[in-house]
């Protein structure tokens, strides 16, 4: 009995001591970790607000690296937007248009983007924002290529926004205004010639005469003015395409021997709806867009109310078109209503920054009125455009440069509405007469060379074979290219 008590008890004296151990160990354990967390906890603060910085935490950038990010990327999306914009003038002119033209017109849209977008990198940018660059002041800027890069090899950064998107937005501009001449002289123009006329308009015409405007030049100075390209964009395309249309002569089959007029009716108006709501949606890169700086709340109220016009004039538009077309032919024409929604987004193009939603209202409607009339004046003049064009971006597009000086805001420097309707109808005059007399100089070149149309064999067979060598349907093969 002795000897167990002295064995429990040696094993209590043990257990005892090694709990105490245990508790020296664990005490110096915890101070250590103690110690460790005193050092470490401001290493993963810093660790974690970088990571905080990484995740979204942008209180570490300066206003203005914020202004020049939102303003980039806004812009971005805007020019894409703009690009977006060929499918719609693509399936506009597809929907408008005979079948065995379809490879055709979707070429000669595929091709204005391409050359448009080389052309004006090579040459055309340079000539429309020369900066202190004139050959002759005011008038044309010096030939430059390729675009210089913000920050790069010493440069400095753009100021609001990076140059290499200001490249693609002003390029997508200079895109549309050649693409609106494709519908004007569909289902006639050679492929090749149609190549020439694309990249000259882009490269020098359209260039040029942005540059009087938007590149401080000499309409500028005068106070003209034109927001997002009414005159420098529609009008510029409508009159090349009045140019193309008048030399090249109507399609075959559109007047009879004693001038009759026979209408030649799209084979798809679906593609040619869906092309007017592309378009829609594109307007709101085009004309939102050009507000080019769009951060802070001023910016953002502006984008977003030039957007509300541009609705309203497009809405008008439609409406005002239906209506007159209505009371004129007794009957709802859709591709009235659809053109009328286009003249009335050209027509507030050019003052959607500076007229108040009635006016843009009474802007939609007049465009929407004169889209009609200019299709029954086309008519009556036997000068035959297919989807419209000239009416839509011509006239609108003149009617939007005037409606300018009738409703909108003066300028500073022009003292009454008089004195702005003069300076716009100077600017209108001079650019318009300036894109029209240097195409019709083109087409009567490429006419001569016989470069311009087709002939009258492939025409009745078909763009799409004759130019191209195939067939855009399986339809048209089955039918032996006969399909109209």
Known sequence: MLHTGRGFSLWIVLLVGMLGVGMSFASVASAQDAATVAVEAPVEAATEAAVEADAGDISYISEADFNYTINTLIMFICAVLVIFMQAGFAMVEVGLNAAKNTVNILAKNVIDLAVGVLLYLFIGFALMYPGDNWIVDGWLGTPASFVTRDGVDGTDRGENYSAAVDFL???????????????????????????????????????????????????????????????????????????????????????????????????????????????WVGWYGFNPGSQLTYAGASNAEATTFIALTTTISASAGAVGALVFAWLLFGKPDLTMLLNGA?????????????????????????????????VIVLDKLKIDDPVGAFPVHGICGIWGGLATGIFGNLPDGIESVGAFVAVQAIG?????????????VLFSILKALGMLRVTAEDEHAGLDISEHGMHAYPSDAVAGGKIQ
């Open 169 to 279: 937005f002003q390029a997508a501009f200079a895109a549309t205004a050649a693409t609106i001449v494709s519908g004007a002289v569909a289902g006639r123009m050679q492929f090749g010639g149609y190549i020439i006329y694309s990249g000259l308009l882009t490269g020098l015409i359209y260039p040029i005469s942005g540059s009087w405007k938007w590149g401080g030049g000499w309409l500028a100075d005068m106070g003209f003015q034109d927001f997002a390209g009414s005159i420098l964009v529609h009008a510029v395309g409508g009159f090349a395409g009045l140019a193309g249309a008048m030399l090249l002569g109507p399609r075959i089959g559109r007047y009879t021997a004693d001038g009759k007029s026979i209408p030649l009716p799209g084979h798809n108006i679906t593609f040619a709806a869906l092309g007017v709501f592309i378009l």
């Open 342 to 374: 286009l003249g009335g987004l050209v027509g507030i193009t050019a003052n959607c920054d500076r007229v108040t939603q009635v006016e843009a209202l009474i802007i939609g409607a007049v465009s929407g009125a004169l889209v009609v009339l200019g």
């Open 428 to 440: 209108v005059l001079a650019v318009c007469a300036w894109a029209f007399i240097t195409m019709l």
